[in-house]
């Protein structure tokens, strides 16, 4: 365990018990899965394991609501897919809403890995986490910044999702996020979100990293094509930055066999987050099963 040792003197009784129940949830849901697989259900173990339920119902039978629709950015020029998840069971009016940032390649439908619209509709329904959504929405492939002019999917965050969520009546009246979780790259992009919030002076109340991309060389960086040059990255980096990140509580989980594992060990040991767990596994889908029932409890401790 890579435990830090100021979290481990802030995790209460009260979390300790609520990240329990929410890894026994989990489990459940694993189990359920695996009878629906045996009994002719491959396409809804698929999706699960995907992080994205069909017919918005879990695993634990629970409804969910999950809508997709395609809206224009014009921070990014384009069309881009906006998926919400919210929880069962409780009013949608006003809910408290966290973004989710996707990794390389990918986009907003598969941003919820490791089970977490599961454990979230679990969480809620049983009431061990306080009522949140998620809003996730596609981000391209340039570590959340504007690498190409007219593409910036940082404003797009800061300035175009809240009025995206507030037209819906979610994240109250203002609709701006009150956390942002992300996974790999979206994890990068969660830490430089917490920087852009708190240069606004409106920082957010979590930032959830999960396996965040942080390379500790230009080299390895510079083939994901995110960056011009090595004081474009240097400028942004969140390990390079760790000063300007802000007030929020950050919380960062990371596999011990991760390609990132580097990065985030350094993070923890410089930033102190509230959560920094280095933990077995690697940068998979399996890994993020086991963690995404702490992260639902860290996000649901700050809403």
């Not at 002719?40 to 809508?67: H, M, N």
């Not at 969660?190 to 230009?218: D, H």
């Not at 390079?240 to 919380?251: A, E, F, Y």
Request: proline residues 6%.
């Amino acid at each position: 365990m890579g435990e830090n040792t100021t979290d481990a003197r802030r995790f209460s009784r009260r979390s300790l018990f609520a990240s329990t129940g929410l890894l026994g949830l989990a489990a459940a849901g694993v189990a359920a899965v695996s009878a629906n697989a045996a009994a002719g259900g491959e396409g809804v173990q698929r999706t699960l394991q995907a992080g994205y339920p069909l017919d918005g119902k879990t695993a634990f039978g629970i409804d969910s609501t999950i809508r997709s629709e395609r809206l224009f950015s014009a921070a990014r020029g384009r069309e881009v897919n906006v998926v919400t998840i919210l929880p069962p069971t409780v009013p949608h009016e006003g809910l408290p809403m966290s973004l989710l940032l996707h990794g390389l390649h990918g986009n907003a439908h598969e941003a919820a890995v490791g089970g977490l619209a599961d454990v979230l509709a679990a969480g809620v329904a049983t009431r061990l986490v306080p009522a949140f959504g998620f809003i996730a929405v596609d981000g391209g492939d340039n570590y959340w910044h504007e690498h190409y002019s007219g593409d910036d999917p940082m404003r797009m965050l800061l300035d175009e999702v809240p009025q995206w969520l507030a037209a819906r009546r979610l994240g109250g009246a203002a609709g701006e996020p009150f956390a942002c979780t992300g996974v790999s790259m979206g994890g990068f992009g969660a830490l430089v979100y917490s920087r852009r919030r708190a240069e606004r002076g409106r920082p957010a109340n979590a930032i959830a990293a999960v396996s965040p991309g942080l390379l500790t060389s230009w080299p390895e960086m510079s083939k994901r094509n995110a960056f011009s040059n090595p004081d474009e990255w240097a400028g942004l980096d969140p390990l390079r930055n760790i000063d300007k990140l802000g007030p929020s509580p950050i919380g960062l989980w990371c596999g011990d066999r991760d390609k990132f594992i580097d990065g985030a060990r350094q993070f923890i040991g410089s930033a102190r987050p509230e959560i920094g767990r280095i933990t077995p596994g690697g940068h998979t889908e399996e890994y993020w099963r086991t963690i995404t029932p702490d992260v639902v409890g860290f996000l649901g401790r700050h809403v």
